[in-house]
């Protein structure tokens, strides 16, 4: 039996039962242990995206789970074996996929938001799309590869190298990952963050981070870095005042990163960005190499999966586990989805 939470319209969740769906060729079905809630499933729930999601939607997409059963074709797996997805589904044939950039193809399929997702508890997907697991690595710490892999690809398209400085503006769920595998290189890293129970969170797992409101925060890493400035900053807060402030805390030929999606345009301080020949780099989603980089930063508690994890409701409680997250006090929430056997 499949149960799954069918999203309905703002701020509605209908939970019953669902089709199981025999894999086909070149398809696995999964049994999904745990969903984590992400930002763009709060954005999905608040009905800002109805014009893209078909409704009503079985959405999700940081899972943890176990395959259940392999379509024909699909080798290099075997049921019982622990996974996680990478929800990434392109087309193979666009510009962007012939350069090599699948991940940003221009008609991607982002399973669980443009098709059926993992708040379910059997999920069938493209086989290309697993990401094994360590035996070892609790499920419910799997949930968090994913979000993990989004840190782990902007890092990496920063180019932030070991004994450079890194500052994180937003100390949310992916600026916290952010800042930690921006660590992992051996950077220094200040995270800026206006909220004080998420500069509480940020301080708990070793993060220097400073309140930029009570703080200048411009002359604290000037002061940090011998009155250079940050070589990365790392735009996560979304906010005009983030924009504002990260491209006067770079140093000369600085890297700007994007991390935040902006639902309107920003003003940019071009003048600065001619001054200080900085550089502004986009991100979006990930690749595989930064999956598996992800599950080897989380099985070795580089990335502390377990302090991260607020709470794990179930799967009928999908109401309660949106309204927690909207209401504060929470790093992350996970769906018990029931695929934990």
Partial sequence: MNRAAYY???HRFEVRAADVVPPGPGQVRLDVAYTGICGT?????????????????IIGHEMSGRVAELGAGVGGHRVGDPVTVLPLDWCGACPACR???????????????????????SWTVPAHVLVPLPAELPLEHGALVEPTAVAVHDVRRS????????VVIGAGPVGLLIALAAQATGASVTVLEIDGYRRTVAADLGLPVVDPVALDAVGHVEQLTGGAGADVVFEVSGSPAG????????????????VAIHSQPRPVDLHRVFWRELELIGVRVYERE????????????????????SRVVPLDEVDTAFRALEAGGDVKV?????GTL
Avoid at 159 to 166: F, P, S
Wanted: glycine fraction near 10%.
């Fill in 41 to 57: 499933d709060l954005h999905i729930a608040h009905g800002a995206m109805d014009r893209r999601v078909s409704r009503p939607a």
């Fill in 334 to 338: 996970l769906l018990d989805c029931g």
């Fill in 99 to 121: 350069a090599g950039h699948t991940h940003i193809c221009h008609r991607l399929n982002f399973i669980g938001i443009d098709s059926a997702g993992s708040m379910q508890r």
């Fill in 159 to 166: 180019r932030l190298a070991a004994g450079e400085h890194a």
């Fill in 8 to 10: 309905t319209g703002a």
């Fill in 290 to 309: 930064d999956y598996e980089e992800a599950v080897r930063l989380v099985t070795r508690n580089v990335v502390p999966a377990g302090r991260l994890i």
């Fill in 243 to 258: 924009v504002r402030t990260a491209t006067g805390l770079l140093a000369v030929r600085g890297r700007l990163v994007v």
